[in-house]
């Protein structure tokens, strides 16, 4: 029975080319009786069978464990590497160092790695930061003693350098302040879990453990969580979850990105006020038009007002000529273009024709005269000219049909 059962296990286990390669070199051995006219007996025939196998049974099962054994190598670096394990260049934190020791030992198992070797196949994936703390631990150990040391071992050893006390400790006081953020329940939950292994004397013994995750949830869960009694801290955390749903879909509790009453009443009350205000805005245009017809006469013109210039605070006397003040023994302003007196070159227009001819400009506006009219007595900026140049006119009617036929006089 043991034969047959390992029989069917290789039969299970290895591939079929190479089991018809093996049962065929056998069965070719086989010396078939010599044919006889007549018929052979069902029950002859089996005997021959059966003693024919027993015979090659044995080296036949021989040959099949030889190649079973052949066929589970070793694990070496070749094996490990086409996992592709998780690499660690040591700036990661704690957590990222965590995670790592996760990742690997899981690449372990799978490529079922020695523990003889896990430290040399482990170092390979180091990086960066990493690589140079462990090139200092072989130059300082040396590399035989470094690599014959066993997983546990570098795994204290890289707690040690990567998570000093300091950073323990504020994982610790992180770890004590850790609370469930309303519906967060699973940032809480994986939060409790990633400092639970990096501080696990906050969280031994198991009565410690489920204690410590129940005081993160909140009021009403803290209530209901330790009123079950639950036995493991998976027990605990499906618990949870189930009542952190629950009061999602009352709205008593909000994940990220959910709109709270709060928010809503905020995002609703701009949008009514914004529609009352445009209501007031259509009424009050719709009063602003209203029809009116052009005056029969229409006020005189009123000469502009000169423009109010603020008081002179200077000692200079005001100059009769140019209204402006400057000392007596001083000429008047005078245009750096053209040369005459009355303007200054922001608002020269003859500078090229002064320029072409000189002659012809001085004749048209002698010194001392007004730059606009010629006057010689006033300058440019109170000549009544153009102080008394009427503004332009110009009004808006709003009208119907009816009032365009009523006023014959009125153009389009």
Same mark, same amino acid.
């Given at each position: 029975m043991t034969i047959i059962l390992a029989f069917i296990r290789f039969v299970s286990s290895h591939s079929f080319r190479l089991i018809l390669s093996l049962v065929s070199s056998h069965v070719s051995s086989f010396r078939m009786p010599p044919r006889r006219d007549n018929q052979m007996a069902n029950a002859e025939l089996a005997e021959i069978i059966a003693q024919q196998m027993a015979a090659a049974f044995p080296n036949l099962y021989a040959q099949m464990i030889q190649a079973t054994n052949n066929n589970n190598t070793p694990c070496n670096f070749k094996n490990f590497n086409s996992a592709n394990p998780l690499k660690f260049s040591g700036s990661e934190g704690a957590t990222g160092l965590l995670q790592w020791f996760e990742s690997i030992e899981n690449t372990f198992r799978h490529v079922q790695c020695p523990e003889n070797r896990k430290v040399e196949f482990s170092s390979s994936v180091f990086q960066k930061r990493a690589l140079t703390w462990w090139n200092g631990v072989m130059r300082d150990r040396g590399a035989e003693v470094a690599l014959a040391q066993t997983w546990a071992e570098l795994r204290a050893l890289?707690?040690?350098?990567?998570?000093?006390?300091?950073?323990? *400790? !504020?994982?610790?006081?992180? +770890?004590?302040?850790?609370?469930?953020?309303?519906?967060?329940?699973?940032?809480?939950?994986?939060?409790?879990?990633?400092?639970?292994?990096?501080?696990?004397?906050?969280?031994?013994?198991?009565?410690?453990?489920?204690?410590? %995750?129940?005081?993160?949830?909140?009021?009403?869960?803290?209530?209901?969580?330790?009123?079950?009694?639950?036995?493991?801290?998976?027990?605990?955390?499906?618990?949870?979850?189930?009542?952190?749903?629950? *009061?999602?879909?009352?709205?008593?509790? +909000? *994940?990220?990105?959910?709109?709270?009453?709060?928010?809503?009443?905020? &995002?609703?009350?701009?949008?009514?006020? #914004?529609?009352?205000?445009?209501?007031?805005?259509?009424?009050?245009?719709?009063? $602003? %038009?209203?029809?009116? !017809?052009?005056?029969?006469?229409?006020?005189?013109?009123?000469?502009?007002?000169? =423009?109010? =210039?603020?008081?002179?605070?200077?000692?200079?006397?005001?100059? $009769?000529?140019?209204? *402006?003040? &400057?000392?007596?023994?001083?000429?008047? &302003?005078?245009?750096?273009?053209?040369?005459?007196?009355?303007?200054?070159? #922001?608002?020269?227009?003859?500078?090229?024709?002064?320029?072409?001819?000189?002659?012809?400009?001085?004749?048209? +506006?002698?010194?001392?005269?007004?730059?606009?009219?010629?006057?010689?007595? &006033? %300058?440019?900026? #109170?000549?009544p000219r153009l102080v008394n140049i009427p503004p332009a006119r110009g009004r808006v009617f709003n009208i119907n049909e009816a009032n365009m036929n009523n006023d014959a006089t009125l153009n389009i």
């Open positions: 890289k707690m040690k350098e990567l998570c000093p006390r300091h950073e323990l *400790r !504020a994982l610790e006081r992180e +770890f004590d302040d850790l609370k469930q953020d309303s519906g967060e329940h699973r940032a809480y939950t994986d939060r409790y879990e990633e400092l639970s292994l990096l501080c696990p004397a906050m969280v031994t013994p198991l009565d410690k453990a489920i204690e410590k %995750y129940i005081d993160g949830l909140p009021d009403v869960g803290q209530d209901i969580v330790t009123g079950s009694n639950p036995t493991t801290v998976r027990q605990a955390i499906e618990l949870a979850a189930t009542l952190t749903k629950s *009061r999602i879909r009352k709205r008593k509790l +909000f *994940r990220k990105g959910d709109l709270r009453p709060s928010d809503k009443t905020a &995002h609703v009350e701009p949008k009514e006020e #914004n529609a009352e205000v445009s209501k007031k805005k259509k009424r009050k245009a719709s009063q $602003n %038009y209203a029809v009116t !017809a052009q005056d029969k006469q229409v006020a005189p013109n009123q000469p502009a007002q000169p =423009r109010k =210039r603020q008081n002179y605070v200077g000692t200079a006397p005001l100059c $009769n000529k140019c209204n *402006r003040h &400057h000392p007596e023994q001083e000429q008047c &302003h005078k245009c750096n273009h053209c040369g005459r007196l009355g303007h200054l070159i #922001n608002v020269c227009r003859y500078a090229n024709q002064a320029a072409a001819n000189p002659a012809a400009v001085q004749a048209r +506006f002698p010194p001392g005269s007004c730059y606009n009219c010629g006057d010689l007595t &006033h %300058y440019r900026n #109170n000549c």
